[in-house]
């Protein structure tokens, strides 16, 4: 496994991040407890989970499943959603659409998601005693959230910094804009800034690199890579003429099938296909390389629902195939349109 540098920081991590996305929704406890042992052994020192994971399970999960090896290794989660929210419930958050007197009709309070103070300081917590650790190596901000000045969010970053419960601060799904907006408010106000930027980026789905990729590069944040593999589609997992695999992330998760199960799209997975197989290779392994090779991207997080699965994640990136070769093919596709549902 490879070691790199988040963005400009000092902070080491594998260039592998295991994500736990599925951690209490297709994965128990036995199974990420397995899931995080063999993702130790091969070298993965880096993991990623979110306080609206699994409905708060995967921060228990992974936390239970690290025990002793913690202070081993990097531990990421993230702050603004609310765990027992749907994605289609989070995407309204997201954009700004959700209607918060028919939320508390059901009896969820209208504090309880967001990146305000009051939310930041009480989710942390909770994360904290989830996780069962008194630090959060990297705490990222889910979204940006439009209904709370930026001024205030990073105010209560920063005091968890000083306090000693948060490391490094980072950013999710944020555009350029919003980015730079959090970074120059930070330099003005004399605080902790973003170190790090999660998108979802991959051989399929390129928007970030016409001004993301650009930007973070020139601000020294590193890019957090997610869906390298397209939620499976570039594993060769998945063919259109067949429904999704149940146990699949494509079987529970709307979004993805609406991104990325048209023609269009499997016409170019078929193609990334003949380019690994024309380079002695897997489509996983060409699919993680060209994420890599973007400028800016500090490391890619990757997620599974079984043990067996993470060998096949640092096999993709300890190859000896002509990788540079392989990525340079990708490029000259032409990539589908795919819209980003954030």
Same mark, same amino acid.
């Given at each position: 496994?490879?070691?790199?540098?988040?963005?400009? =920081?000092?902070?080491?991590?594998?260039?592998?991040? *295991?994500?736990?996305?599925?951690?209490?929704?297709?994965?128990?406890?036995?199974?990420?407890?397995?899931?995080?042992?063999?993702?130790?052994?091969?070298?993965?020192?880096?993991?990623? =989970?979110?306080?609206?994971?699994?409905?708060?399970? #995967?921060?228990?999960?992974?936390?239970?499943?690290?025990?002793?090896?913690?202070?081993?290794?990097?531990?990421?989660?993230? &702050?603004? *959603?609310?765990?027992?929210?749907?994605?289609?419930?989070?995407?309204?958050?997201?954009?700004?659409?959700?209607?918060?007197?028919?939320?508390?009709?059901?009896?969820?309070?209208?504090?309880?998601?967001?990146?305000?103070?009051?939310?930041?300081?009480?989710?942390?917590?909770?994360?904290?005693?989830?996780?069962?650790?008194?630090?959060?190596?990297?705490?990222?901000?889910?979204?940006?959230?439009?209904?709370?000045?930026?001024?205030?969010?990073?105010?209560?970053?920063?005091?968890?910094?000083?306090?000693?419960?948060?490391?490094?601060?980072?950013?999710? *799904?944020?555009?350029?804009?919003?980015?730079?907006?959090?970074?120059?408010?930070?330099?003005?106000? /004399?605080?902790?800034?973003?170190?790090?930027?999660?998108?979802?980026?991959?051989?399929?789905?390129?928007?970030?690199?016409?001004?993301?990729?650009?930007?973070?590069?020139?601000?020294?944040?590193?890019?957090? $890579?997610?869906? $390298?593999?397209? /939620?499976?589609?570039?594993?060769?997992?998945?063919?259109?003429?067949?429904?999704?695999?149940?146990?699949?992330?494509?079987?529970?998760?709307?979004?993805?099938?609406?991104?990325?199960?048209?023609?269009? =799209?499997?016409?170019?997975?078929?193609?990334?296909?003949?380019?690994?197989?024309?380079?002695?290779?897997?489509?996983?392994?060409?699919? &993680?390389?060209?994420?890599?090779?973007?400028? $800016?991207?500090?490391? =890619?997080?990757?997620?599974?629902?079984?043990?067996?699965? &993470?060998?096949?994640? &640092?096999?993709?990136?300890?190859?000896?195939?002509?990788?540079? #070769?392989?990525?340079?093919?990708?490029?000259?596709?032409?990539?589908?349109?795919?819209?980003?549902?954030?």
């Amino acid at each position: 496994m490879d070691f790199t540098r988040l963005g400009t =920081t000092g902070l080491r991590l594998s260039r592998i991040v *295991l994500g736990g996305a599925t951690f209490g929704e297709l994965a128990d406890q036995a199974e990420v407890r397995e899931i995080v042992a063999r993702a130790l052994d091969l070298g993965i020192v880096a993991f990623d =989970t979110a306080s609206v994971y699994g409905n708060g399970d #995967s921060e228990r999960f992974l936390g239970a499943a690290l025990g002793s090896r913690r202070d081993d290794v990097v531990l990421m989660t993230k &702050v603004g *959603l609310r765990a027992g929210d749907d994605e289609l419930a989070n995407l309204d958050l997201v954009s700004g659409r959700a209607a918060f007197s028919e939320r508390w009709s059901r009896g969820i309070p209208p504090n309880s998601h967001g990146l305000s103070r009051i939310n930041i300081i009480r989710s942390v917590e909770e994360s904290l005693r989830r996780l069962g650790t008194d630090h959060i190596d990297v705490l990222a901000l889910h979204y940006w959230d439009q209904s709370t000045p930026i001024e205030e969010t990073l105010r209560a970053t920063d005091d968890l910094v000083t306090a000693g419960k948060v490391r490094y601060v980072g950013s999710s *799904l944020f555009q350029s804009w919003q980015l730079y907006s959090a970074l120059w408010t930070a330099d003005r106000m /004399g605080l902790h800034t973003i170190v790090s930027q999660q998108a979802p980026l991959n051989a399929l789905s390129r928007g970030p690199e016409k001004e993301l990729l650009p930007a973070c590069a020139a601000a020294g944040v590193g890019v957090l $890579a997610f869906q $390298a593999m397209a /939620g499976g589609m570039l594993t060769g997992r998945f063919h259109q003429a067949e429904a999704p695999d149940p146990g699949s992330r494509f079987a529970h998760r709307k979004l993805l099938q609406d991104q990325y199960w048209n023609d269009e =799209t499997f016409a170019c997975v078929r193609a990334v296909e003949k380019i690994a197989a024309d380079h002695g290779t897997t489509t996983s392994a060409v699919a &993680v390389a060209w994420v890599l090779s973007r400028p $800016a991207v500090s490391a =890619t997080i990757l997620g599974v629902d079984r043990a067996e699965q &993470v060998a096949g994640l &640092v096999g993709a990136v300890a190859t000896d195939v002509d990788m540079p #070769s392989a990525v340079a093919a990708v490029d000259d596709l032409t990539p589908p349109q795919i819209k980003a549902p954030y």
